[in-house]
C-alpha cells in the first residue's frame, strides 16, 4: 500500500513570512495529491490539488510542486498571514487516499 | 449545493455499546469514505463505498462496517465500542468519475467512548 509521510509536525513562522510543508508518498501508481487545510474544530478544506501530469501549481498565495521521480511534494504558502493558522494535510491517492499526519502552522502577528 | 452532512454531531456512548453513524454526500456524488481521525495519528482511512458497493477497506478490526444506500448516502457502524474508538469520524465524498478525485468533507461526528 502507500505510505504519505509529512514534515514537519509544527511550523512557526512570523506574518509575512514564507512556509514550506514537504510529504513523500511511496506508490509511484499514486496520481492525485490534495492538500487540505483544517482550522480549529472545522472540517478538512481543500486548498489546492495537483494531479501526477502536472509539476506545479499556484493559486495566489499558494503553490504545490510535485517530484514524480523523487516521490514527494510541497505546499509553499508566501506572505503568511494569521488566519492560515491551521492544520495543513497532505494526501495521496492511487485506489484510496493516503493522507499526511498534518502540520500545525503557526502564523505569528 | 449542500455540502456533505453527517449525523449525529456528537455522541457519548459507553465501552461494549454499539454506534450507527450517518452520511449524506453532495448531490451527484457517488462515492463516500469515512475516516477516523485522532489527534496525533492524522487521518485513517476506514473503508469507501461507491454505487453501494464496498470498494476499498483500511486496516480496521471487523467491529467497523458500513454501507450504502441507493441514494449514495452511507452509514457505518461500531460494534463492541472500546475506550480507543473516540474520535472524530469524518465522512467525504466525491463524484469518482474518471480523473476527477476531488473529495469533500463533512463537519464529522465527534464520539466519545466512556
Known amino acids: 500500500g502507500e505510505n504519505v509521510e509529512q514534515h514537519p509536525s509544527t511550523l512557526s513562522v512570523q506574518e509575512g513570512d514564507s512556509a514550506v510543508i514537504k510529504c513523500t508518498y511511496s506508490?509511484?501508481?499514486?496520481?492525485?495529491f490534495p492538500w487540505y487545510k483544517q482550522e480549529l474544530g472545522k472540517r478538512p478544506q481543500l486548498i489546492i490539488d495537483?494531479?501526477?501530469?502536472?509539476g506545479e501549481k499556484k493559486d495566489q498565495r499558494i503553490a504545490v510542486t510535485l517530484n514524480k521521480t523523487a516521490k514527494h511534494f510541497s505546499l509553499h504558502i508566501t506572505e503568511t498571514q494569521p488566519e492560515d493558522s491551521a492544520v495543513y494535510f497532505c494526501a495521496a491517492r492511487n485506489y484510496q487516499f493516503y493522507f499526511g499526519t498534518g502540520t500545525s502552522l503557526t502564523v505569528i502577528p | 449545493k449542500a455540502g456533505v452532512t453527517q449525523t449525529p454531531r456528537y455522541l457519548i456512548k459507553t465501552r461494549g455499546q454499539q454506534v450507527t453513524l450517518s452520511c449524506s454526500p453532495i448531490?451527484?456524488?457517488?462515492?463516500v469514505s469515512w475516516y477516523q481521525q485522532t489527534p496525533g495519528q492524522g487521518l485513517q482511512f476506514l473503508f469507501e463505498?461507491?454505487?453501494?458497493?464496498?470498494?476499498n477497506k483500511g486496516n480496521f478490526p471487523g467491529r467497523f462496517s458500513g454501507r450504502q444506500f441507493s441514494n449514495s448516502r452511507s452509514e457505518m457502524n461500531v460494534s463492541t465500542l472500546e475506550l480507543g474508538d473516540s474520535a472524530l469520524y469524518l465522512c467525504?465524498?466525491?463524484?469518482?468519475?474518471?480523473?476527477?478525485?476531488?473529495?469533500?468533507f463533512g463537519p464529522g461526528t465527534r464520539l466519545t467512548v466512556l
Open positions: 448531490s451527484g456524488h457517488r462515492s
Open positions: 463505498y461507491f454505487s453501494e458497493t464496498q470498494r
Open positions: 506508490d509511484s501508481a499514486s496520481n492525485y
Open positions: 467525504a465524498s466525491s463524484r469518482r468519475d474518471g480523473f476527477k478525485n476531488e473529495q469533500f
Open positions: 495537483i494531479r501526477s501530469n502536472v
